[in-house]
């Protein structure tokens, strides 16, 4: 009987890297070494067999295999390997519950959506019942598509009438006819509502699900007018106003967005501006009085007030989930926190988790470098507001201060602003004066 742990080979893979572990299975980065090529290898122990028998334990692969579309994780293959069973799937790049980019960007937020709703259309025209939809089982692959994965309660329905009870499902996402054991395909059609307001407002609806739902002036600045009605649908309790299926909700949906994409008249009303908040014109003022000299050029998905590349916490709502995969100006961007790197970094300077591999060349002089790495031996060059040497990974010991910042952090003694809710170097809460809390939209 094999070993799992890293470098053990496993029939035809090699484990690589240990990335996930279910109540059933553990999930391996591998290494096809026949077909050449990197999958994910979900392995189920010997002792579940006894304990479920072969059939249950073979049953996501059956599911899994009558399924072929982009929007559905492609099973490569599947066998009993040395008494283990084991899967082998596309390789994702994250969960959705992990990405950072869809929850930013309500344009990538939008396109993962049509990618889940075009994969569940796929998997309800071949009679396939997800039942357990959520982030978690939604895959961001290497070339930005969104893919539906983990079909483990999956159910094949050969018939449109449901007449068993089940407890499959993950509370949160669960329609309600679900939540007393009796789903549907419009169960997997509410779950994907759930997912996408929650995707593009931050918060996930609970019960009842009256409407107006909490962040809808979010979810209306994100969401285009066409395409509204479609998802609120989706988000119907009572059954007879729901989309019946996945396929309902994508032709529905895409004839919304085919309004949108269509070429728009050359003349047209600019709409009227909605009135600013408080919170927006203290933020506007605060980036055209400091915006340069603290090279604020990015907003937070959150609240949208100005930030800036080292600002590794919003210093107006305090939220850490700021990407700048697709917007940072540095040619690279650091895995774990997703802020802009360059090619010769070994560390990321914002991040202690930041490991990179580097391009192995020395580091051409960094004019916009205000320090030298305290660290004996080393030539790093520190920009201002790095808590870590790109060279060696050292920690600044000395504070940073800025001209424009008026205070510092009680805990960290690092430059902040009167206004500032959130330190956004070392996250703490301030007080006093700076306690207003930001409105989150």
């Keep these: 009987m094999a070993t799992l742990r ?11 890297r240990h990335v996930g572990r279910g109540a059933f299975a553990q999930v391996w980065r591998a ?15 010997p002792s579940l067999a006894e304990e479920w028998g072969r059939e249950a334990i073979e049953h996501e692969a059956a599911v899994a295999a009558r399924l072929d579309h982009p929007n559905v994780v492609r099973l490569f293959n599947a066998d009993w390997i040395e008494g283990h069973f084991a899967m082998a799937t596309e390789l994702g790049r994250a969960s959705l519950a992990q990405s950072r980019g869809a929850r930013r960007s309500g344009d990538v937020a939008l396109r993962v959506v049509r990618d889940v709703v075009a994969g569940l259309a796929h998997a309800h025209e071949r009679r396939v019942l997800h039942r357990d939809l959520k982030p978690e089982n939604v895959m961001i692959m290497s070339d930005r598509r969104a893919a539906l994965a983990d079909f483990g309660t999956a159910r094949h329905a050969p018939r449109a009438s449901f007449n068993y009870l089940t407890e499959a499902g993950t509370l949160g996402y669960m329609a309600p006819e679900q939540a007393y054991g009796k ?20 918060q996930l609806p609970t019960w009842p699900f009256d409407w107006p739902l909490e962040a809808h002036r979010r979810f209306e600045q994100r969401v285009p007018e066409p395409v509204r009605p479609v998802l609120r649908r989706a988000l119907a309790v009572d059954l007879e106003q729901r989309w019946a299926s996945g396929g309902e909700l994508h032709a529905a949906l895409e004839r919304a967005f085919a309004r949108i994409e269509k070429p728009r008249p050359a003349r047209r009303r600019r709409p009227r501006r909605p009135e600013a ?4 014109l203290e933020a506007r003022l605060f980036k055209r009085t400091h915006g340069r000299a603290l090279e604020l050029r990015y907003t937070c998905h959150r609240c949208e007030g100005p930030i800036s590349e080292a600002m590794t916490t919003c210093p ?3 939220t850490g989930e700021n990407s700048l995969r697709e917007t940072s100006r540095y040619p690279l961007v650091c895995p774990e926190c997703e802020h802009g790197v360059r090619a010769e970094w070994e560390h990321c300077p914002w991040c202690y988790a930041g490991r990179l591999e580097g391009n192995g060349r020395a ?7 205000e320090r030298r790495c305290s660290r004996a031996g080393c030539d790093g060059e ?3 507001f790095m808590k870590y040497c790109p060279r060696c990974g050292t920690k600044a010991r000395r504070p940073w201060i800025h001209a424009d910042l008026d205070t510092r952090c009680p805990r960290c003694r690092w430059s902040v602003h009167a206004s500032w809710r959130h330190c956004p170097w070392c996250a703490r809460r301030l007080s006093g004066a700076h306690a207003a809390p930001a409105p989150v939209r």
């Design 316 to 318: 107006w709502c305090g």
């Design 6 to 16: 890293r470098g053990a080979r496993l029939g035809k893979y090699r484990l690589d």
């Design 277 to 280: 908040t408080p919170f927006e």
């Design 382 to 384: 520190l920009r201002p």
């Design 183 to 202: 789903p549907r395909y419009a169960s997997d059609v509410f779950a994907v509502g759930l997912i996408a307001y929650e995707l593009l407002t931050g």
């Design 363 to 369: 580091p051409r002089p960094d004019a916009r470098a």
């Design 31 to 45: 290494r096809d070494l026949v077909e050449r090529r990197n999958v994910a290898l979900k392995v189920s122990p």
